[in-house]
């Protein structure tokens, strides 16, 4: 008896104390979120990102697709939501194949994608925009970082061909000719290559198989798809998994966006696309190179043609162009005006300015005004 | 009166003239919703399966037809590509040499650790190593992959080395190609840690089930230990460890997550197991799923079936096995 009671006072003791401990934590946890949903409304920030016209932007906008602009993505939607307040943009940065898929299926207001939509995926767009169809509309650029792993090499300079055969595994040592020819001076061990490749299917390894394509033809007899299509090397499931082994293991060679390059520390290859120096993988370069591309879209769809022969100086030709998908008109009436409002905000000139900060490269100022006329006539 | 109903009815209203039919009839509707609960639940569980069957053999279908490769001997998965092509040789290959490498180096093991916790150990030591063996199955298998790729893929990069120089000449320790430990082998050994515990245990419980008599019979006719092992425990327990080691196959079979992470994957056949490369049919259907399109979604429901009728494979050759050795079997004893 004696003991029961002890025990019943001291379960009442415990309820008590996690009963007003719930309340102290809840009462916590509406404080906080008050005050951090007011603060970016109000605050600084709003005048540092007061261009933002935020028109008639209103409610959830939900958005899918490449994780290759993700970084972008995240900056513009940090800095669209401190200015316009009401507005919830979600960006779920997938992949592209979902993000069209998802953008089809009419579950999302826009979606991202690596590589302009096939002509199937267009007439499967005419469903989810009633009167339209999907087009394509560049927002960011980047390069495409080659990383490698030499113990004892910090600059290394190849060129399509070379990179072609390294790939395709036909070079498999690091003192290769081909390899010391364009090094000269660089003591290059006597290493095996290891090539990594993505292990499932990415827009990455199609922007470097349409670089190889173009720049190495009679090297690179592949066709460009999101698939690895070359038998030998290993692989690694994203561009992180890629970049990690990269880093891992001494001998390696991979491909990955430029700021997994530059989190990680990874030495990059510089390209010599024939002109006078060897091209660097920075933002700069990278802009250098997509300057050369053509708008191949026809309509309002502005998907682009890269030029990756380009010998412009200082031009790294190893760059992909990301694209926002969205329907030319029969947009939802419910997301349409954040839609255009978000798009006009990330291809206005602040928009562009802070992709060269996060390692991307912003469109060409001639693309780019197209780009805007094409947000403002969405419907 | 009421006592002598085989089912304890709650209290009933005392109403004299229902109490003797009371209990009898509420016995039997007991017994009918019990009937039929139970056919119900079976009728249910049949349904269930029956329907994962058609879902998956009618997306196959779809996927099948439009493949202009051959389903079963095409080396490549490239279900998006124009013209789509697909196949299964590689997955089905490098699940059975992954599974049969994982069952090679654990059910030795696992048998070993069972013995000694069951007729070995200090009953002190026993219960701890019985419980951490039981932990091992409580690790989500991403955290395996995890652990095998940073820790694992490494190590063993010096056992490979070992095993290139010293087994070359079997073909399949020769490691012909330069890569890091990521190979079919490395997820054998990933794979063998993970079903240790479930064969361990299976296998335990069977060697407790062993009759004593027999045992102390053996022991006094001056068997040794191992010979009461040898002589009692291990017939005894043989279908009891077939069984658990399909247990485990199963589970090595349809492992996803840690073989995506730890694999290098690619579309070769190869025997030599210490080269990167291979691919089991559940790490290319997490690998391929997120990008692929509708059509490659079936392709890869397609191959998901070709798993299922595997397991299922295994699973009735598991079960010839144990009905031929039935004499030895517990059911008997």
Known sequence: MKLQRKNRLRATALGALAVSGALVLTACGSDDNTGGSSTPGSGDKTTAASNIDCGKAKGQLRASGSSAQKNAMDLWVKNYMAACSGVEINYNSSS??????????GTVGFAGSDSALKPEEVTESKKACKTGQGINLPMVGGPVAIGYNLEGVDKLTLDAPTLAKIFDTKIKKWNDPAIAKLNEGVDLPDKAIQAFHRSEDSGTTQNLGKYLGAAAPNEWKYEAEKKWPAPGGQAAS???????????VDGAIGYFELSFAKSQNISTVAIDNGGSAPAEATSENASKAIAAAKVKGTGKDLALELDYTTKADGAYPLVLVTYEVVCDTGNKPETLDTVKSFLSYAASDDGQKILTDAGYAPIPAEINTKVRETINGLS | MASTTPIDTPPAPPAPPERAERPTSAGRMGDKIFVGLSR???????????SIAVFLSYRAVIAISKNEGN???????????DPPVFGIAVLLFGTVVSSIIAMVIAVP?????????SHYAPRKLAAPIAYVIDLLAAVPSIVYGIWGALV???YLEGLNLWLDQFFGWTYIFDKTEVGVARSLFTVGVLLAIMILPIVTSVSREVFLQVPKMNEEAALALGATRWEVIRLSVLPFGRSGIISASMLGLGRALGETMAVATVL??????SLHVLNPGGGTFAQNIAAKFGEADEFGRDALIASGLVLFVLTLLVNGAARLIIARRKEYSGANA
């Open chain 2, 109 to 117: 093991i696992a048998v070993g650790i069972a013995l000694f916790i």
């Open chain 2, 71 to 81: 389903f079963l001997t095409t080396f490549d998965w490239n279900p998006a590509g």
């Open chain 1, 238 to 248: 994203g561009s992180s998994g890629v970049a990690a082994q990269v880093k891992q």
């Open chain 2, 264 to 269: 290098s994957p690619s579309f070769i056949i």
């Open chain 2, 40 to 50: 119900g639940s079976g009728i249910l569980l049949l349904v269930i399966m029956a």
């Open chain 2, 152 to 154: 694992l893929v490494p």
């Open chain 1, 96 to 105: 592209s194949g979902e993000g069209i898929v998802a953008f089809n299926q």
